[in-house]
């Protein structure tokens, strides 16, 4: 992997920290995520990622520490001003979380409703943007099916565009490649690197998966006992010595 | 002395009912309203359960008909028959088959619906995609069972009395203006007004323990399941304790 990245941080983490009764899962983590960068940040099972993510998006509460995107500090933000940084924020979760009472249209277009009623979006300007989104992910013809239609795939696919659909300039990819195969994890994987270079975003992506992490990753931050234990790209990490480290890739 | 844990589980889950309610008042009248998603759960608690409740409706006005004549017959007032029954039905018995009916269909669905959306993480979703989840699902959910279930109460209403007339002819003969015109006279504003009062009421409590049954739904599927249970549980009893304090106040107000 080799993006174009800016040395200018779009999102920095310091101190963080996150328990739940006694087990503390993020203890005073820090983290720099910098422009046009691809970081995934690799861990065990129950070793912290979605809480780390969740927190970055506001949708867990940390008990100490900061979380600023583009200068903004997330955790004393009001709700309104929260939602309108989340708009330059993508988020791709580990179950999808595609609506499935809605079509894959009304799935895409959930996330402009707040244009719609700022009114600065007209309708057919709604469909170009839905129908690029679904281009994006190769998906045209699914645009009026229900999520319950779609293959596991298929539905990564449509949540990808969905994600899409405001443009972010950060996307959070949640374990995108848990639940599918290896040649769709690949292709999945293929298709947020192909998204990165088109539209220039930076991404977290959280990941146990060795392919997930030796294909995206620009760089790869370790998140071991609630710490940042070891940061550097790909091939660093493989050759470390370090018992922790050499664990996750034997 | 140390409460017991079964009572200190009840006052808690009191304390968080009462809590989201006090959330509803506070986030439904502020701007931005849902009216698109209000109209469309008005559509789906309302007009979807029309044949449901008229069906009960109907069974009950007949059934009670049927099983009031014969002492009637006994005491040889026959002829107060439709008085009686409609009495007996616009007061009590058709808010409370039509609240009840609605907590099992209503109450469950809308648990079942945003316990799954909960545990998919549906409703993370769109909290991050900009929208207020509270006031998209809770509220609107809300809003319509408590506007819903007086207009299912009326139609209820009118289905068991024309069940009621059904019931009358069986065994006897009473005429439809006949029938129709004791049913007026023994029905008055101080037993239609409150007994409609209390629906909203009813309807209020379907959604909000609907809504936060789900909302608040474990991880899991087996969490979604009990929290579909445990919303047409407790919406049902709170439906007998609102009945218990609405009569107590019509009573008090010399309504009776």
Sequence with gaps: MENAIV?????????????????????????????????????????????????????????????????QDVLTLEHEDLDRLRMKIGFLFQSNALYDSMTVRENLVFPLRRHWL???????????????????????????M?????????????????????????????????????????????????????????????????QCVSMAADRVVMLI?????????????????????????? | MKTPSYLQQFFEETGDISRFA????????????????????????????????????????????IQSRPTLVEFGAESWLPRMVSVSLVREIAPMITALIAAGKIGSSIGAELGSMKVTEQIDAMEV??????????????????????????WSNAIALYGAYLG???KGIVSWSLYWSQVFQ???????????????????????????KGYNSKKGTEGVGNSANSAVVVSSLTIFVIDLIAVQITDLLGLT
């Design chain 2, 168 to 170: 009358a002819n069986i």
């Design chain 2, 22 to 65: 006090a959330r509803f008042f506070k986030e439904g009248f502020k701007p931005r309203y849902e009216f698109g998603e209000l109209v469309r759960q008005a559509f789906f608690i309302g007009y979807k359960s029309l044949p449901l409740v008229g069906i009960t409706a109907f069974i009950m006005g007949l059934v009670l008909t």
């Design chain 1, 7 to 71: 040395h200018e941080a779009v999102l920095v983490i310091r101190d963080l920290c996150k328990s739940f009764g006694t087990n503390k899962v993020l203890n005073h983590f820090n983290l720099d995520l910098y422009k046009g960068e691809n970081l995934v940040v690799l861990g065990k099972s129950g070793s912290g990622k979605s809480v780390l993510i969740k927190c970055i998006i506001g949708l867990m509460k940390p008990e100490d520490g900061s979380i600023t995107i583009f200068g």
């Design chain 1, 225 to 250: 006992d609630g710490v940042c234990y070891a940061t550097g790209t790909y091939a660093d990490l493989r050759k470390s010595i370090d018992p922790k480290v050499k664990l996750f890739f034997d």
């Design chain 1, 146 to 210: 229900m999520p319950i239609e779609l293959s596991g795939g298929m539905r990564k696919r449509i949540a990808l565009a969905r994600t899409l659909i405001l443009k972010p300039e950060i996307i959070l990819y949640d374990e995108p490649t848990t639940g599918l195969d290896p040649i769709t994890g690949k292709e999945i994987i293929q298709l947020m690197i192909d998204i990165q270079k088109k539209y220039q975003t930076s991404s977290v992506i959280i990941s146990h998966d060795l």
């Design chain 2, 129 to 154: 995609s900009g929208t207020n989840p509270f006031k998209f699902l809770v509220v609107t959910r809300i809003l319509a069972a408590t506007l819903m279930l007086p207009i299912l109460s009326l």
């Design chain 1, 118 to 144: 700022k009114k600065d979006m007209s309708r057919v300007k709604t469909d170009e943007l839905v129908l690029e989104a679904l281009y994006n992910v190769g998906l045209e013809h699914t645009v009026d």
């Design chain 2, 186 to 212: 023994a029905i008055s504003y101080s037993d239609f007004i409150p007994s409609l009062i209390k629906t909203f009421f009813f309807g209020f409590a379907i959604g909000v323990i609907g809504c936060y």
